[in-house]
């Protein structure tokens, strides 16, 4: 392309571009970017002209985008989150002692210390509001890397953290699995058979697929009767019946403890890793090292 003029492509400019494409029409696209028709055509025709290309053929149909057009779109794509990112990036230096602060949680680590966390931070912090969102660790580390999160903490595989972002070690469980004292399985000596597992109904979350490739090496794996994320009604439902469930032995420490769940030996030798997540600029971020600070305090015990 022939760049002329003082103009250059920005993010608006290609959300422009996206706008009319998906709407195929100048009028349309005026109303969702709250412009005037005319206005925005005047835009259009002097990204053309100043791009040297036609970014639109128009006919009776409507606006139908041209090769550079969705050229442009699709680096687009590319560029939104980089620039989200650094936009959030910039908000977090230059509040240091008032903001907010995104934070993304995966299964079980919201249940385990994690209000003692936020209760710390907000305590030794000022005028900090903190935002959290719980999903699975894949959208956590996509929303990371889109600026939307500012850290994340999951069960993460190796495979989904690559080296643009800053990982560290949260906590590591071995999985096990627990049943109510007094469960037929437990009158069994030794280390009870995966096949001898899947007579008893399961209540369980929603498997990682390193756990379900695990499960698989041993035995076929079978489904829960009842998928519940939160352990505080599994572990309820399994103290109450002859239910059988499964996790990190963290998850279960103070029913182990009390006896009222009792952990039933297996063959299954997995363990349970969770991380925190950051960008590599939010290490220089003196409010997301002070929230990492809190939780090592816990996850060091």
């Not at 005037?36 to 409507?62: C, D």
């Not at 929303?143 to 595989?157: C, R």
């Not at 009222?260 to 997995?270: A, G, M, Q």
Request: charged letters at 20%; hydrophobic letters at 40%; one cysteine or more.
């Amino acid at each position: 392309m022939n760049i002329k003029g003082a103009l250059m492509l920005d993010i608006s400019d290609i959300n422009l571009i996206k706008t009319v494409a998906e709407l195929g029409s100048i009028n349309k696209a005026a109303e969702v970017l709250n412009t005037s028709q005319s206005t925005l055509s005047k835009k259009l025709g002097r990204l053309e002209q100043v791009l040297n290309i036609s970014l639109f053929f128009r006919n009776n149909v409507g606006m139908m985008p041209t090769d550079a057009a969705l050229y442009i779109i699709k680096q687009g794509r590319k560029l939104t989150p980089e620039l989200n990112a650094i936009q959030r990036h910039i908000e977090l230096m230059a509040n240091l002692e008032a903001g907010e602060l995104n934070i993304g949680i995966g299964p079980i680590i919201e249940q385990l210390y994690f209000p003692k966390v936020l209760l710390d931070f907000t305590e030794e912090t000022d005028n900090i509001q903190i935002s959290l969102k719980t999903d699975s660790p894949q959208k956590l580390l996509d929303m990371l890397s889109s600026g939307e999160m500012d850290i994340v903490l999951g069960p993460f595989s190796v495979e989904q953290l690559d080296d643009t972002l800053l990982a560290s070690p949260i906590q590591t469980s071995k999985i096990i699995t627990v049943a109510r004292p007094g469960h037929p399985l437990l009158a069994e000596p030794g280390p009870v058979a995966s096949e001898r597992l899947t007579e008893f109904p399961l209540i369980a979350p929603r498997a990682t697929k390193e756990i379900i490739e695990e499960f698989q090496r041993i035995n076929d794996f079978y489904l829960p009767r009842i998928v519940c994320d939160n352990y505080a009604t599994t572990k309820q439902v399994a103290i109450a019946s002859d239910y059988i469930t499964g996790g990190p032995e963290v998850i279960f420490r103070k029913e182990l403890a009390a006896g009222l769940l009792v952990e039933v030996p297996t063959n299954i030798d997995f363990l349970w890793k969770s991380y925190s997540v950051i960008r590599p600029e939010s290490s220089e971020v003196s409010l997301v090292n002070k929230f990492l600070e809190i939780l090592n305090r816990y996850t060091q015990q």
